[in-house]
């Protein structure tokens, strides 16, 4: 019996034993980035020895803005990935960067010494109320003699004189310690908030057939970051290509720095629903309402919070009636992609009353009551929660989207490559950017592109010529609407809107003002008349165009204006003269297109008239 007992203890510890799971930190560096409109993918690749078994991989200092459902890991090696968890560490907050630490130990050496010349300032208050309250010379029964009241006379005025000046001191030195102490603040705000934040990691669980080396790639998106395009267009003369230089405004708070990484631009939003919209049937009768399409994305954001509005993350959210879900994030944001028609949201929380929620727009935010029959039963796993279960199974369940792959890197093109909804730009070197929010310029790729330049104006709105420049084939050139800096005749001329949205065959740049053209509109009042004739009125509008070249070379240019279009047949425009220009009839504008030589003055009229009943009166220009 007593055998029996022994070798059941023995099995027993055995079994215990063999459910530890080794668990191993791995430290990974930043690898490449591939930077969105908003949002960033980061790939991470790391070797990592395996002992034969089972072992949690604990990738750990990551940032704590990473996106769980687009979280991919890919192995290579005689091994089996089992699970994939992302978990928040509030406990290890993640490292500072060394100017942060620097700023942040001024700023309390700065307190230390305000505190210091406050005490010194409270001290010297008490001696002024002490001599104060001391300044009675002698008693009452004590003759005072002339020497002694003027020693005493000139020993309070004395100390008087030195603790005021002091006190003059103290406040100066009080008041550029302030200042410092504001600059040094309004330094620290412009690189991070002044919030801890949680240490990101990811757990993958591995199981080795051997003692091996395995070879590790994550990846995830992250937020906090995002580029924009801006341009830079350079011309030298009417003569001349246009060169464009096309630039990405990086800029990441990710709280992790990028260093010496594999940088990538991409046009995509991954934030922008990819889901098509749908039409719903028309149904007319008296009684109904067309149908009405109020969410403009199949995306829906928003926030949970407790009843004393404190973020919930771990939060389960699932589209009512599917499998479709996702999680509240560390500060309780979520985001989900709905299919179309789908009405419901179902917020659930162990712990908390579950809720479910009509989706009205695109931000829907959530308040979770406790429940307090089944809060004793919480522990907190992560950054989530769940009811009491082992490590192993706490792994085994995944965040909803991870993808686990088993497969070697796949080597990304170094040039641009134009996708079928997305256009990515690598950039040649390894490029570093700092977690401090701040603006990094990268220059992507510059274009030499041949230009017809015209100038363009409407004299009739304002006088001033405007520079344009005609790009063809500008669609192969993969441009994103955006701003650009002009620079004509290596002068900074000002900014103009790049916007390839509406562009058609041409594209078109306004390369700003040019006061070496000059343009007159006047109107001629010796032939602007009005008179009857029969049962009609009729008026004569004359206006004088002059056009002056004051550059040194021949321009090309277009002017525009316009006659008035009638729509009653009892008024009648007709145009009497336009010196030679294009007519449109429908709308009424009139075009010259014209060239003119250095110094030469143009002059062009217009001149129509109006005819209308006498007994009405029309407002002519």
């Known amino acids: ?27 990974t560096e930043v690898n490449e980035v591939t930077v969105f409109i908003s949002d960033a993918q980061i790939t991470r690749k790391k070797s990592v020895e395996l002992k034969q078994g089972i072992t949690i991989l604990k990738f750990i200092n990551l940032s704590p803005f990473i996106d769980a459902k687009s979280i991919q890991v890919k192995a290579s090696g005689d091994i089996t990935v089992l699970s994939v968890n992302h978990q928040q560490n509030y406990i290890d907050k993640l490292e500072k960067q060394q100017e942060l630490l620097d700023l942040e130990s001024k700023f309390q050496g700065l307190e230390n010494k305000i505190n210091l010349e406050k005490t010194y300032l409270d001290i010297l208050k008490e001696e002024l109320v002490f001599l104060q309250e001391n300044r009675a010379i002698g008693g009452k029964n004590q ?29 100066n030195r009080l008041h550029d310690l302030y200042k410092s102490k504001s600059d040094l603040d309004n330094q620290i705000k412009t690189i ?23 070879n ?41 720095d990028w260093n010496n990484v594999k940088l990538k631009l991409s046009s995509a939003n991954p934030n922008v629903s990819g889901v098509a919209p749908e039409l719903r049937t028309y149904f007319l009768n008296y009684n109904s309402l067309p149908p009405s399409y ?20 771990g939060v389960n959210v699932i589209v009512k009636g599917s499998t479709i879900g996702t999680t509240t994030d560390f500060d309780g944001n979520y985001s989900i992609t709905i299919p179309n028609n789908s009405s419901q949201l179902v917020f659930s929380y162990i712990g908390y009353v579950s809720q479910t929620l009509a989706v009205t ?12 029959q089944t809060l004793d039963e919480v522990v907190v796993v992560g ?3 769940s009811k009491r279960k082992s490590i192993s199974s706490t792994l085994d369940s995944k965040v909803p989207g991870l993808r686990i792959q088993e497969s070697s890197s796949l080597q990304i093109p170094s040039e641009q490559v134009v996708k079928q909804t997305t256009i990515d730009f690598e950039i040649d070197i390894p490029y570093s950017i700092k977690s401090d929010n701040k603006s990094y310029a990268v220059d992507m790729v510059g274009y030499n592109l041949p230009a017809e330049y015209k100038y363009y104006c409407v004299p009739k709105i304002d006088k001033d010529a405007f520079l344009i420049a005609n790009i063809s084939d500008w669609e192969k050139y993969n441009l994103l609407e955006g701003e650009a800096n002009i620079f004509f005749e290596d002068t900074y001329i000002g900014k103009t809107l790049l916007d390839v949205r509406y562009a058609s065959d041409t594209l078109k740049i306004s390369l700003g003002r040019d006061k070496n053209v000059t343009v007159k509109r006047e109107k001629v009042k010796n032939f602007t008349t009005k008179q009857l004739i029969g049962s009609k009125k009729e008026e004569n509008r004359v206006w004088s165009i002059d056009v002056k070249n004051n550059k040194k ?40 297109d014209f060239s003119i030589n250095p110094n030469e003055l143009k002059k062009f009229e217009l001149k129509y008239s109006v005819k209308y009943p006498k007994n009405r009166n029309l407002i002519i220009e």
């Open 216 to 256: 590790f790639e994550l990846s995830y998106l992250v937020g906090n970051t995002g580029w924009f395009p801006t341009y830079d267009i350079r011309a030298k003369n009417v003569n001349s290509p246009i060169d464009i230089i096309y630039k990405a405004n990086i800029k990441q708070d990710t709280k992790v």
């Open 1 to 27: 019996m007593k055998k029996l007992l022994i070798l059941m203890l023995c099995l027993i510890g055995s079994k215990t034993y063999s459910q530890e799971i080794a668990e191993k930190k791995v430290i």
């Open 192 to 214: 991070t908030s002044k919030r801890d934040f949680p240490n990101g990691e990811i757990l993958v669980k591995v199981d080795a057939k051997n003692y091996t080396k395995a």
């Open 294 to 313: 109020n969410i403009t994305s199949n995306e829906v954001r928003g926030k949970v919070v407790d009843e004393a509005q404190l973020p919930l993350p």
């Open 383 to 385: 950054y989530g929660s």
């Open 361 to 372: 727009n695109s931000n829907l935010n959530v308040y979770l009551k406790e429940d307090n």
């Open 143 to 171: 003759e005072l003699s002339v020497t002694n009241l003027k020693e005493a006379s000139n020993f309070y005025s004395t100390k008087l004189t030195s603790l005021k000046l002091k006190e003059i001191e103290i406040n």
């Open 553 to 592: 070379q021949k321009i090309d240019m277009i002017i525009f204006d316009q006659v008035p279009v009638s729509t009653l047949e009892e008024i009648k425009v007709d145009v009497l003269e336009i010196s030679g220009a294009k007519h449109n009839v429908e709308t009424g504008e009139i075009k010259w």
